[in-house]
């Protein structure tokens, strides 16, 4: 079974959409885990397209959010011109009590590419202010220091839920993966970090690049599948409020007995954030502006 690296489907999808056809816009989450409770998960945040949900992301600073870099950049190496909205505050995105803030710009790296996707993480600054210390459905997480591997811990992955996988067959890949159906609900779970070598032992075509990677797998509770899927995509994996990790591939299966779920490591990228969130003029920086819808 090869590693699906979670390209979302508004990349493949026929030039219909950029005119506005959005139904057939679909994205995918936790599988097997738990509702959140409202203001449970102060940091996370919906990235939307015409209000579908396409990536998680985590809260950093006011205008700041840490998320996936292929949420904006295509196999190709080009930047989806779409105009990207926050929605952060709730637990729930049918709900009317959530916070919506445009995006303004997306820093990536400009090394980004194509598997295996070791560099796999974006910065996404808003076009105002989240009003963290005015709002109380909000906060920030807090980046790592360096040199912690993690190993054997446990965090915690949230994800905007879906409750249902429908296996399906793509003729593209002669592949098996998972499809899901959404309920717009907030989801939690515990994933336990693993060894590199751990995750390098499991059949996929590209290797884990311990230094800008880690990888985890959902902590099971019985005999229900339970892992990460597509629309998990740039979603904080977190230790003590801290963000250790960035989602960014997964199981074609959504299930991650079948394969480990590998994250970019929050602590190698931190003069990228650092340089991002100054919006400083780097080479090795990749600046896309976000039209407005």
Known sequence: MSRDYIILPIFFLSSSLWAGNVSALKAEAIIGAEAANEGQFKYQVSIQVHKRHICGGGIIADKFVLTAAHCFINDLRRYVDLPYKVVAGTSD???N???????????????????PYDNDIAVLKLSQSLGLDSNPKLSKLDLPKPGNYYVGEQAVLVGYGYSEIRPR?????QEIFGYTKTNHL??????????????NAEPAKYKLNAHKQLCGRVIRDGSQ????????????????????????????????SDEATWYSRVSQFL????NAVKDANRRSIRFDEIRQS
């Open 97 to 115: 009590s959530s916070v919506e803030v445009n995006g303004d710009m997306v820093y990536t790296l400009a090394r980004f590419a194509p598997p």
């Open 225 to 256: 599948v339970r892992g990460t899927c597509r629309g998990d995509s740039g979603s904080p994996l977190v230790i003590n409020n801290t963000i250790i990790g960035v989602l960014s591939t997964g199981s074609t299966t959504c299930d991650d």
């Open 93 to 95: 995105l049918s709900a």
């Open 186 to 199: 907030l989801r939690r779970t515990q994933v336990r970090i693993l060894d590199k070598d751990v995750c």
């Open 169 to 173: 067959f793509d003729l593209y890949t």
């Open 271 to 274: 003069r990228f954030i650092g």
